[in-house]
């Protein structure tokens, strides 16, 4: 496996404000990928995070909405813009680590919006 | 229908006995299968891929039936650290590492 690092773990943000999620991880990764898990609920691709080029949504999640970036092979950013409380949720990345076949998640961020 | 089914329990099992899951996934060209687990408030951790002759890790066995569209898990001699939600996740074709997930099974052992 692999060692995935999320920041933050958590945070309580106001309505119409941003927050960046980073997800690092220490080995060399083929996919990454975010999710999102709302409360009760199991867990929803919101985006394949592509390096080096525009990230590709899930039907339901846009751009402008849930920015991605990653810009190397172990590190992504994912954006949740312009917050409202639907939006309260946890957050994770995963990775698909170089010559295996199975997903591994990060730890998450747990995001509340008031 | 749901992409993949599970029974959402809650299943209360006592320590030591035997209990079992089933999911079923309605995409055909699914290739990849995956039993992971996810305890409260944790990300989900991955328990076994589930392969096509059926397979086994310790008290953990997993089979798949294709032509049902089907896939089992079964917890042998179970312990209190197994009480957790256990997630049915399949791929979404060939070469498509793109996963869906069930929405789990609620495990509690009860001592």
């Known amino acids: 496996s692999a060692v995935i690092s999320q920041k933050p773990s958590r945070d309580i943000c106001q309505r119409g404000t941003s927050l960046t999620i980073q997800c690092q991880v220490d080995?060399?990764?083929?996919?990454m990928f975010w999710y999102r898990q709302q409360p009760g609920q199991s867990l929803t691709l919101i985006a394949t995070?592509?390096?080096?080029?525009?990230?590709?949504?899930e039907s339901g999640f846009v751009i402008d909405k849930f920015p991605i970036s990653r810009p190397n092979l172990t590190f992504s950013t994912l954006t949740v813009s312009n917050m409202s409380p639907e939006d309260s949720s946890i957050y994770l990345c995963s990775v698909v680590i170089l010559g295996m076949n199975e997903q591994y998640f990060g730890p998450g961020t747990r995001l509340t919006v008031t | 229908r749901k992409e993949v089914e599970q029974d959402p329990g809650p299943f209360n099992v006592p320590e030591g006995a035997t209990v079992a899951f089933n999911c079923t996934y309605s995409n055909s060209a699914s290739q990849s299968f995956f039993w992971y687990r996810q305890d409260c408030r944790k990300e989900p951790k991955l328990l076994m891929s589930v392969y096509s002759s059926g397979n086994e890790d310790g008290r953990f066995t997993a089979q798949l039936n294709r032509a049902s569209q089907y896939i089992s898990l079964l917890i042998r001699d179970s312990k209190l650290s197994d009480s957790a939600t256990y997630l049915c996740v399949v791929n979404r074709g060939f070469g498509n590492e793109k996963l869906t997930f069930g929405t789990g099974t609620r495990l509690t052992i009860i001592p």
């Open positions: 080995s060399q990764v083929t996919m």
């Open positions: 995070a592509n390096q080096g080029s525009e990230a590709t949504y």
